[in-house]
Every structure is written in structure tokens, then in C-alpha cells.
């Protein structure tokens, strides 16, 4: 008999019995949090270029990893990586006016903010999967819209479905929001 758990650790995501990546979020954060006492300390010593150089290094990887799959998740989960980032971006620029958002401060920077970077990756995938280049397991679980249909209209052509999630995917939306900005890998 198996047993049943509540989360899980699979290739470094934390799963959840309701895939609802609190857990992983959380882990994320916490992760962060730790890096930021680091970069604290080393703003005094370090130009600003340094610090977003920093920032690319140690935080960008933990942000990026599998933020396609847990990108998704509630809002209040994900405030929780973006208030640190925020608190990135303030160390950075030296800002410490509450009065100008942090997403602002990213825009200053030119880096992207938690969501801008979830959609840049999503977009990156969805142009791997349109020319053919995206991993081998995602070929089987993405069908063009077109060939559930028996006919193609506008709201049809760019559109990819997700058998198992009963989701639509549009290509347009993400293709127009994955532009190239200063900052992006």
C-alpha cells in the first residue's frame, strides 16, 4: 500500500499534495532571504554595476529555476519572492523612499520582475515548441489548437492546447511580452 504524503522534492522543486507550491515558494524565498544579508554588506564596498552583477548571479538562478511551473501560483505566494527582489532592487539603487514601488526601481535597473521574467520564460518554451526545438516530452503533451478543431479561424491559428490542463495557451500574448530587455539571458 502506498502511502500518501504531503510534499515531495523532485530534481529541486518541492511539491505539494494540491500543487499548490507554497512549500516550494517559500523554499525560494527563504533561500534569497539568506543571499540578502550578503548583499547588504557588500553595497558598501561594491559599485552598482557589482551589485546587479551580483544579483544575476546568486538570485537570478534560484528565481529562474522551474519558474515556468511554479510562476502560476497564487498571488500571495508569489508577493512573497517579489518583495525580496524589491528589497534587491532598493540595496541596489540605494533607494530606500517607500514612496517609489519596487517594480519601478526594477524597470531603473533594467531587469525584469518576478512576472516578466515567468513570461519571458514561457515565452522562450512556446518558441522552442513552434520551431521545433522545445524537449521531446512537451511535443506530446501540446497540440495546436488547429487540429482539435475542424476549422481555423483568428482566435484558432496561434493557439496551442494543453491536453491535460484544459488550458489555452495564446503564443501571440507571450511572444509580445517575451521582447529581449536590457538584463535578460
Not at 138 to 161: C, E, F, K
Request: proline share 3%; aromatic share 10%; glycine share 4%.
Amino acid at each position: 500500500m502506498l502511502d500518501q504524503i504531503e510534499t515531495a522534492s523532485y530534481l529541486g522543486c518541492t511539491l505539494d499534495q494540491y500543487l499548490q507550491w507554497d512549500v516550494h515558494i517559500n523554499a525560494v524565498a527563504t533561500k534569497l532571504s539568506q543571499k540578502l544579508g550578503i548583499l547588504k554588506y557588500l553595497k558598501k564596498y561594491v559599485t552598482q554595476s557589482h551589485l546587479i552583477h551580483l544579483y544575476k548571479t546568486p538570485f537570478q538562478p534560484c528565481i529562474d529555476y522551474c519558474i515556468t511551473i511554479w510562476g502560476y501560483a497564487a498571488e500571495r505566494h508569489l508577493n512573497k519572492v517579489q518583495r525580496i527582489m524589491n528589497a534587491v532592487a532598493r540595496i541596489t539603487t540605494g533607494n530606500i523612499d517607500y514612496d517609489v514601488r519596487g517594480v519601478e526601481l526594477f524597470k531603473q535597473l533594467g531587469l525584469m520582475n518576478l512576472k516578466e521574467r515567468r513570461d519571458y520564460f514561457m515565452s522562450v518554451l512556446a518558441f522552442k515548441y513552434v520551431n521545433g526545438t522545445a524537449p521531446f516530452y512537451l511535443r506530446d503533451v501540446l497540440t495546436p489548437a488547429a487540429s482539435t478543431h475542424t476549422r481555423v479561424n483568428r482566435s484558432t491559428s496561434d493557439n496551442y492546447y494543453i491536453s491535460h490542463m484544459s488550458t489555452v495557451i495564446c503564443l501571440s500574448n507571450l511572444l509580445s511580452t517575451g521582447r529581449r530587455r536590457p538584463g535578460t539571458p
